[in-house]
């Protein structure tokens, strides 16, 4: 059995493509283990300000109590993807990027000394071993052809979950979801038959 962290980030609740196709990738590969959930269009994570950004950088003694609870939610987060074996991230394509929500998440979780450090011989992701599957729904196509070079979503996670560590990384792509709806139930149906055959090698 496996343990898996589910991260959805779509608003769009029950009608989420993104989150849908994800859930399903998550329970599969779980195999009856455990599948923990953090649904960011329901529960948005707040942006970094002030008072997080000063308690991820200080002690916890150092900490006022505001900045302490803001470091208690930042810790819970990275808890949360530390204890994972396997992360199955979720988000739509907007404006050419992912939702913020998941951004916040991914700031919250990037944690120098914690989930990366900095060395003589560089930077050194500290968040190793974990298999990361990216499900990107969009309208049009944007894994390959004209559009591609406007899809900054998952050349971004790459990089950033690369430098935490996790360069194990496979992307289930659901597009053309806006081209009617022959071509959406064809994109659903591929991206349903990729996320079996990737169950079935995990």
């Not at 029950?14 to 990738?25: D, G």
């Not at 953090?38 to 000063?54: E, N, Q, Y």
């Not at 002690?59 to 949360?80: G, I, M, N, Q």
């Amino acid at each position: 059995m496996t343990s898996v962290l589910l991260v959805t980030s779509s608003p769009r609740g029950a009608e989420s493509v993104s989150s849908k196709v994800a859930s399903e990738l998550a329970t599969a590969i779980a195999k009856g283990g455990n599948v923990t959930v953090r649904d960011l269009g329901k529960s948005p994570i707040p942006h970094l300000d002030t008072v997080t950004t000063a308690a991820i950088r200080k002690a916890p003694a150092d900490r006022t109590p505001e900045e302490a609870a803001a470091a208690d939610f930042s810790d819970k987060l990275v808890a949360e993807l530390q204890a994972a074996d396997t992360i199955v991230l979720a988000s739509g394509l907007i404006n050419f990027g992912l939702y913020s929500t998941l951004k916040s998440w991914v700031d919250n979780i990037a944690r120098a000394g914690v989930t990366f450090r900095y060395t003589e011989a560089g930077p050194e992701g500290l968040v190793k071993g974990k298999k990361v599957y990216v499900v990107l729904a969009s309208g049009g196509v944007y894994s390959q052809g004209p559009a591609a070079a406007m899809n900054h979503a998952v050349p971004y996670l790459k990089t950033v979950l690369g430098f935490l560590g996790m360069t194990d990384v496979d992307v289930v792509p659901v597009e053309g979801l806006a081209f009617g709806p022959e071509a959406a139930s064809k994109a659903i149906e591929a991206a349903t038959a990729r996320t079996q055959e990737l169950a079935n090698a995990a």
